[in-house]
């Protein structure tokens, strides 16, 4: 029944409810869909068994009316995310088989409203990329491909497992996280949508650490509302993270359609940036005309300290990382390789369980944070990072959400950029300063470039006001009204 | 250049990576090129700001110290690469 796996995931919600399929149906093609795409490298483990146990169960509470919000909806689950029983790696080679104890908070609430488990999703290792090419499981293969032609495209990263499980259907959505544009890059090269939530919307515990006050949970799906559903039941506050907020979780789905008629959106002009593809600005500019036909007010903001996020960015980010991987010790659990002594194990672990782009980001955290560079750097970092949050205040003194592209580029090839770590990093030029400001950021599909490859456009909102994220998103979806769909090759 | 080959010997003990000396000369060059981009930095104003060392304004909750969690050492020690008779086995720390 393949084509339960092209249901969105509130149609396949009501058809649950309505009784036309059964969550152990709806399983069973979703498996059958990722045991078919294994090419596309998306899932580095498959749990069927487990899915179609879940499954079963769902059916139950179904029949005997306690169904929960998302019950027997199956779920990918990023690979960072800590799962009780079944291998958790980070891709990276340093935590081996490491096997949880315990489950992440959010997909403890995942799972509590009865979503099912199909498995783990292929990602950057510790989530340090931006194609995906630095999994220890090898990189995830983008499901698009240009039009006529064969060649590998990078999924984007690091959720690229989750992207691309859910533009090619081997999910009816997925759990993300973005430290820096790990869901909504991902999301534009896939033609999905991918929210970040504002910082401390989802607990981070149980979450493999990277850049902890930077990293966040959120969801990838193939419509805003579906991303709405997901969300409302990912967040929610838990003493387990102290930085988690102690607020309520609205009902995200409720803001979805809502009229958008007189909302203010900004249009940042220092996103122009050098060298952007003409087809990216004109898509921006389009998604302005959506805007101003729904009834928005279009106004121009300036946020002066933008070019700056990146580089403050890469002190930061490497400094938690090194910080929060120095636990990789092969004492406790992961790899450990001997050496003549302590220190010698220590330094061979590591040598051979992290990767080249990991290793690169904690020699750059380690160096910065050393003595007599801290100032010159991390604390410089700090400063202009305020400067960037300071930016935002003001521009949202008057207005409501921004509109921004999401990349400054389509999904590019596996390979192509590899070789420049600087270039690499640029990918994320515009969605990095939502995250040192803590702010929420939503990546929608909004057109094909002309290889017929996805763009998505960005919008900006205020924190915790990711209601009106919502809003602005679904009128720029039905503006948009992107039907395309990678043609399957797989 | 910013960093030299000695710099990234003396960073890779302190992180504890083991990075063999022909490895030292290309990553000094790698680090040193995404050391310069992040050189663009000294360019912002940053006289009389705060250093900004939390995404959340929410200061942090306290919690009554009580034992909430424990009790578990087969879970504690599940994934442990070595372990006897309940214990975390490593190598002599002392000599």
């Keep these: 029944m393949s084509e339960l ?195 401390g919307r989802c607990s981070r515990w149980g979450i493999v650490a990277f850049a902890s006050s930077l990293d966040q949970a959120g969801p990838i799906a193939r419509t805003v509302e579906d991303a709405a559903i997901l969300l409302t039941s990912m967040a929610g506050h838990d003493p387990k993270d102290s930085t988690s907020l102690p607020v309520e979780t609205p009902d995200f789905a409720s803001f979805c359609g809502k009229s958008v008629k007189g909302l203010r959106v900004g249009i940042p002009k220092e996103y ?150 600087v270039a690499m990093y640029l990918n994320d030029i515009f969605t990095v300063t939502v995250n040192l400001a803590g702010l929420p950021g939503m990546s929608i599909p909004a057109g094909l470039d002309a290889n017929g490859l996805p763009l998505g456009l960005q919008l900006i909102g205020k924190a915790l006001d990711e209601g009106t994220l919502f809003s602005i998103g679904s009128a720029v979806e039905k503006a948009a009204d992107f039907k395309a769909r990678p043609q399957k090759w797989w | 250049m910013a960093i030299d080959a000695a710099t990234v010997k003396k960073v890779a003990r302190l992180a504890r990576i083991a990075e063999p000396d022909d490895k030292l000369e290309p990553l000094a060059r790698e680090l040193s090129g995404i050391l310069d981009w992040i050189e663009q930095l000294n360019e912002v104003d940053t006289d009389g700001v705060a250093p900004m060392t939390s995404a959340v304004a929410a200061s942090l909750p306290m919690r009554d110290d009580v034992v909430t969690d424990g009790g578990d050492p087969a879970k504690v020690l599940a994934n442990a690469p070595k372990t006897e008779r309940g214990f975390f086995v490593v190598p002599k720390v002392v000599e």
């Design chain 1, 272 to 421: 122009r940036v050098d060298g952007m593809p003409a087809e990216i600005e004109a898509l921006w500019q389009q998604g302005i005309n959506w805007l101003k036909d729904a009834g928005c007010e279009i106004v121009e903001v300036s946020l002066p300290h933008t070019k700056y996020a990146l580089p403050a960015y890469y002190i930061v980010a490497p400094a938690e990382a090194s910080s929060n991987l120095a636990r990789y010790d092969g004492m406790r659990y992961g790899l450990r390789v001997d050496g003549a002594n302590l220190t010698e194990t220590y330094e061979n672990t590591r040598a051979e369980g992290f990767g080249a782009e990991v290793k690169r980001r904690i020699l750059i955290g380690t160096y910065v944070l050393s003595a007599g560079y801290y100032d010159a750097y991390y604390l410089k970092a700090q400063k202009v990072r305020r400067r960037i949050a300071d930016d935002f205040d003001q521009a949202f003194e008057k207005v409501d959400a921004l509109l921004t592209p999401t990349a400054p580029s389509a999904a590019f090839a596996l390979g192509e950029k590899s070789d420049d770590p």
């Design chain 1, 5 to 199: 796996t092209e249901l969105t995931l509130k149609d396949a919600l009501d058809g649950l409810a309505a009784g036309r399929f059964s969550s152990e149906e709806l399983t069973r093609a979703h498996v059958e869909a990722m045991e078919a795409a294994r090419e596309l490298n998306a899932y580095v483990l498959e749990t069927p068994e487990r899915a179609l146990e879940m499954a079963k169960a769902s059916d139950g509470r179904r029949a005997r009316g306690e169904a929960g919000r998302l019950d027997g909806a199956p779920l990918g689950i990023k690979d960072l995310f800590c799962t009780e029983g079944v291998r958790s790696t980070a891709c990276s080679r340093i935590l081996g088989n490491f096997t949880p104890t315990y489950e992440s908070s959010v997909t403890a609430n995942l799972w509590r409203d009865g979503a099912v488990m199909l498995g783990k999703l292929n990602m950057d290792e510790f989530a340090m990329g931006s194609s995906n090419e630095t999994s220890a499981f090898g990189p995830v293969v983008n499901p698009w491909r240009i039009e006529g032609g064969n060649a590998k495209l990078t999924p984007g990263g690091s959720s690229g497992g989750s992207a691309a499980a859910v533009a090619a259907q081997l999910c009816l959505g997925a759990t993300a996280t973005d430290t820096g544009g790990s869901i909504r890059q991902p999301a534009a090269f896939t033609g999905t949508v991918g929210i970040k939530p504002t910082y």
